[in-house]
């Protein structure tokens, strides 16, 4: 499968299974249920104790941890013509039915989730800069940073050719 990268990209349909929170919803209230069980300083109305610091620290970290995925998807700033010219040139490569629009489509969707805006333009421009000759291409080519960047935006290009193709 060919990988386009584009300057700009935009919003797409979110699919819902990539944010549930029901593992975390359950396991809250089981460990708030737990906490609440006869014998516990919650039970008994104690105030203090290392049970109860334990218990809140979990359950604040749980919580926290439950609305990450909205602030993630509050973040994601991916323009839509960023979304709409990698799809495009995804479809270019791949083949041009409904079919390869939607894999195309999961697969900046899946990028996005993983790699922040910010770094998906530097990517793009290593990748745009690399094949220009002469020592101004080589800066792009040869630089730890700019190898970095490459590998984490491939391995993002893996996970969304795993989920999505």
């Known amino acids: 499968m060919s990988w386009p ?19 975390i919803e359950t396991g809250v ?13 919650l039970a008994e109305g104690k105030r203090g104790g290392p049970q109860r610091i334990v218990l809140g620290t979990v359950l604040a970290v749980l919580v926290f941890a439950g ?16 979304r709409s010219d990698y799809v495009f040139a995804c479809m270019k490569a791949n083949g041009e039915t409904q079919e390869i629009l939607h ?35 080589s800066e792009f080519r040869s630089t730890e940073s700019a190898r970095l960047a490459l590998q984490e935006f491939r391995r993002a290009q893996a996970e969304a050719e795993v989920r999505c193709f």
């Open 67 to 82: 609305g990450s995925c909205a602030i993630a998807e509050d973040l994601n700033d991916y323009p839509t013509a960023a």
């Open 29 to 41: 209230r089981s460990l708030a249920a737990a906490g609440a069980a006869e014998g516990s300083p």
């Open 103 to 137: 894999k195309c489509s999961c697969s900046i969707d899946v990028i996005a989730s993983i790699i922040p805006y910010d770094r998906y333009v530097t990517t793009e421009t290593i990748l745009s800069m690399s094949q220009v000759t002469g020592p101004v291409g």
């Open 5 to 23: 990268i584009s300057s700009s990209l935009g919003q797409t349909a979110r699919s819902p299974e990539r944010c549930s929170r029901k593992p």
